[in-house]
């Protein structure tokens, strides 16, 4: 069940993606007059799943999940159409448009990847608001069990002020993706502040470990499951350790130090149960282990209990603007500096370059309408930013060549245009044969 929840989910999402994509490409081409001979969700190599012609136009679904497409009249495209070409330009072909109307035809796609990723997150400020813990109300730091962050020269209870100069005033899902991306962070430890260099193959030390977050608000020790071979019986799911061996605790860190050492050893205990503090004797086993699970609270369990204040500030219609905004500048600077990092060698973070399997494992094993729509609006970015690399056979390379085209007054001659689609096309197959490359790597190795 698990598998067919992701696979909806990664299946709407790129479906939604492709055709809101192409439809950017269709709309201007109509508007001018272009003929549109086909508007395709996924390639119709040999034979279509569905199709069905309107106008002068055919709709249809292919059976090869790699994209979508429009196949525009009189345009040099991944159609290789040479035949058509060779004939004399009609009015009705985009090679006889004015390069301005081609050029937005061209933009068409990518401009509505990006409309689209504005939109979703201003509507998740409105529907969803913002929820977070503010910075200043973590009082007694945060959590670092990654290796590669402890390597780096973070400990546990250590505050983050500022990452590459910008101060944190929230604790949410974004600082792990803004540390991966940052040269410098600001912490304090001890009332003292100090500047941590983050290592260059930050991204290629965290993909030889277990995925864990680089950082994560410091947790209680709650008792889930109990194993039934464990020797505390006393011990209740649910039950809070709040005091081990005679020593108050407060977070899981500091109990796990406490049986860590004394193993083998029988010590008191406190846990608070049903609300009551409640003695019991807890064994700690020759692993410094209590033959238990470690339950997890919510943080609204957490807010009561006053570890943490939770602050959900809400919008309205028209202050979700400025705010979805922000996000979509925020993500789409993010993915700049991602990409930044992927053409940089000394990174080595095109090792973790994924495909399609990576963006299936992006989605949860659960359905969350909210996380669903913030993947997808990410994708989106994703997308346009691809689209518009120089590339021939990317957007990007076709806007190229209509920007040379524009400046210089000359255009250049169909054969050019042909053989440099070739270039581009064995480029994407190489750049899509590498991506998924990694993606069975993984599978395979285990990381």
């Not at 950082?215 to 809070?240: C, H, W, Y």
């Not at 608070?272 to 410094?288: D, F, H, M, Y």
């Not at 993500?331 to 299936?360: C, D, H």
């Not at 690399?389 to 957007?395: E, F, T």
Request: charged share 20%; glycine share 8%.
């Amino acid at each position: 069940m698990d598998i067919v929840i992701k696979l909806s989910q990664f299946l709407l999402s790129l479906s939604l993606l492709i055709i809101l994509h192409e439809l950017g490409h269709f709309i201007p081409a109509k508007l001018f007059k272009t003929r549109v001979e086909k508007f395709y969700l996924f390639f119709d190599v040999k034979f279509s799943l569905l199709k069905k012609k309107i106008g002068e136009t055919e709709y249809g679904i292919g059976w090869l999940p790699l994209g979508g497409y429009v196949k525009i009249s009189g345009m040099i495209d991944e159609s290789m159409d040479k035949e058509q070409m060779a004939l004399p330009p009609q009015p009705w072909e985009f090679r006889s448009k004015p390069a301005w109307q081609r050029l937005i035809i061209m933009l068409g796609g990518v401009t509505v990847n990006f409309i689209l990723a504005f939109i979703i997150y201003i509507g998740m400020a409105f529907a969803y608001g913002e929820t977070y813990v503010a910075n200043a109300d973590i009082k007694d730091g945060l959590s670092i069990e990654n290796p590669v962050m402890i390597k780096a020269g973070f400990k546990t209870g250590d505050k983050i002020l500022a990452i590459d100069g910008k101060k944190v005033a929230n604790f949410d899902s974004q600082i792990n993706m803004d540390l991966v991306m940052s040269k410098q962070v600001l912490i304090e430890r001890n009332g003292v502040e100090q500047t941590i260099n983050m290592p260059n193959d930050l991204v290629d030390q965290l993909s030889k470990h277990e995925k864990s977050p680089l950082v994560s608000i410091r947790m209680p020790f709650v008792i889930g499951n109990i194993a039934t071979e464990s020797p505390n019986k006393e011990l209740q799911p649910k039950d809070l350790v709040i005091s081990l061996n005679g020593q108050k605790v407060k977070y899981y860190d500091e109990v796990k130090a406490i049986l860590e050492n004394n193993k083998g050893k029988t010590v008191p205990a406190v846990v608070l149960r049903n609300q009551k503090e409640t003695p019991v004797t807890a064994i700690v086993t020759k692993e410094g282990k209590l033959g238990v699970n470690v339950g997890t609270l919510g943080m609204d369990s957490l807010e009561k209990l006053g570890y943490y204040k939770v602050s959900t500030k809400e919008f309205g219609f028209f202050e979700s603007i400025p705010v979805g905004i922000e996000k979509g500048k925020d993500q789409l600077v993010g993915y700049g500096k991602q990409l930044k990092m992927i053409f940089n060698p000394e990174t080595k973070a095109y090792k973790q370059v994924g495909g399609f399997a990576a963006i299936y494992n992006i989605f949860p094993s659960s359905w969350s309408w909210e996380v669903f729509w913030s993947i997808t609006a990410l994708l989106s970015i994703m997308l346009g930013v691809m689209n518009l690399l120089p590339i021939p056979a990317l957007d990007g390379g076709h806007v190229m060549f209509l920007l040379y085209e524009i400046i210089s007054g000359k255009k250049p001659s169909d054969k050019f245009l042909e053989n440099a689609q070739m270039v581009g096309f064995v480029l994407l197959i190489s750049l899509l044969l590498f991506a998924n490359g990694n993606d069975i790597y993984k599978a395979i190795v285990g990381k």
